[in-house]
T-cell receptor
Framework: SQQGEEDPQALSIQEGENATMNCSYKTSINNLQWYRQNSGRGLVHLIL?????REKHSGRLRVTLDTSKKSSSLLITASRAADTASYFC???????????FGQGTRLTINP | GAVVSQHPSRVICKSGTSVKIECRSL??????MFWYRQFPKQSLMLMAT?????????EQGVEKDKFLINHASLTLSTLTVTSAHPEDSSFYICSASSIQGLYEQYFGPGTRLTVT
């Protein structure tokens, strides 16, 4: 299936450290998106990177995309306790609007 | 930004009853709405895609007679879980997209369904 695979499944770091999450996928994509979900809440769209882009920044977030390796990474710099959440990559199924989500990374920032 | 709401946020119902969940786009017209289900500590799984005024398209393995979806207007889609059973207990999330938004999906806050 097209579902993305993320690693690690869980990550626990100290406040102030950087957190890196990785997403791999199987087939060609037009774009890849990253979302955050706080426990029991809806999803918040973080960043979208297109297939012709290699890197994108938004505040403390940095996303990379390597289409040759079919992988993407999300880096959160100078982490804060409020960054504690689950992070999902998602990609549209080719030719359709619908998104397929990765399994997610549960990030815990320890104060 | 685009806002999507869901109602109710939490619902508890008895086994065998039906439950309706509403998804509304508050400040834009949603040509397409999506319904996802999420079990604890798992990812979102797409259940169905609905376009305003037409029948929903269900993903493989999702029972269309059990999960009734109606998208009667450009701002409202409903998901009805019929004859709910405990295994239907889950977090249901909708999203909405529009042509004007270049099909970016905006997610609702989710509905926690517990079937006793």
């Amino acid at each position: 299936s097209q579902q993305g695979e993320e690693d690690p499944q869980a990550l626990s770091i100290q406040e102030g450290e950087n957190a890196t999450m990785n997403c791999s996928y199987k087939t060609s994509i037009n774009n890849l998106q990253w979302y955050r979900q706080n426990s029991g809440r809806g999803l918040v769209h973080l960043i979208l990177i297109r297939s012709n882009e290699r890197e994108k920044h938004s505040g403390r977030l940095r996303v990379t995309l390597d289409t040759s390796k079919k992988s993407s990474s999300l880096l959160i710099t100078a982490s804060r306790a409020a960054d504690t959440a689950s992070y999902f990559c998602a990609m549209p199924i080719q030719g359709a609007q619908k998104l397929v989500f990765g399994q997610g990374t549960r990030l815990t920032i320890n104060p | 930004g685009a806002v999507v709401s869901q109602h109710p946020s939490r619902v508890i119902c008895k086994s065998g009853t039906s439950v309706k969940i509403e998804c509304r786009s508050l400040d834009f017209q949603a040509t397409t709405m999506f319904w996802y289900r999420q079990f604890p500590k798992q990812s979102l799984m797409l259940m169905a895609t609905s376009n305003e005024g037409s029948k929903a398209t269900y993903e493989q393995g999702v029972e269309k007679d059990k999960f009734l979806i109606n998208h009667a207007s450009l701002t409202l889609s409903t998901l009805t879980v019929t004859s709910a059973h405990p295994e239907d207990s889950s977090f249901y999330i909708c999203s909405a997209s529009s042509i004007q938004g270049l099909y970016e999906q905006y997610f609702g806050p989710g509905t926690r369904l517990t079937v006793t």
